[in-house]
């Protein structure tokens, strides 16, 4: 089993900037790939971005591509989600995603384990 712990949520301005943390523990963290989504009131749980297990790839979506980048800490087991420019469409519970098998890793149903949340709110 895979535990996930997502922190770095918060009130913000549009135009600001947040890093979210994922901290995983429980299993070998460099043999999962990553991804963060969200999920606003009312509407479906949509990808964010993913990156591999050696970081050698990322995806977006493309409503967050040039603002937001997804990194990962192999050594601290930790997955980052830099989010600049946000904008009041960007207000969601924002979720990190662990995948075994690294696979078609844009796609919400590859993902086997799931953190708690963190809520990120931009006000206009």
């Known amino acids: 089993q895979v535990q996930l712990v997502e922190s770095g949520g918060g009130l913000v301005q549009a135009g600001d900037s947040l890093r979210l943390s994922c901290a995983a523990s429980?299993?070998?963290?460099?043999?999962?790939?990553m991804g963060w989504f969200r999920q606003a009131p009312g509407k479906e749980r949509e990808f964010v971005a993913a990156?591999?297990?050696?970081?050698?790839?990322?995806y977006y979506a493309d409503s967050v591509k040039g603002r937001f980048t997804i990194s990962r800490d192999n050594a601290k087991a930790t997955v980052y989600l830099q989010m600049n420019s946000l904008k009041p469409e960007d207000t969601a519970g924002y979720y990190c995603?662990?995948?075994?098998?690294?696979?078609?890793?844009?796609?919400?149903?590859?993902?086997?384990?799931w953190g708690q949340g963190t809520q990120v709110t931009v006000s206009s």
């Open positions: 995603a662990a995948d075994r098998r690294g696979l078609r890793i844009d796609s919400i149903t590859v993902y086997d384990y």
């Open positions: 429980g299993r070998t963290f460099s043999n999962y790939a």
């Open positions: 990156i591999t297990g050696s970081g050698a790839r990322t």
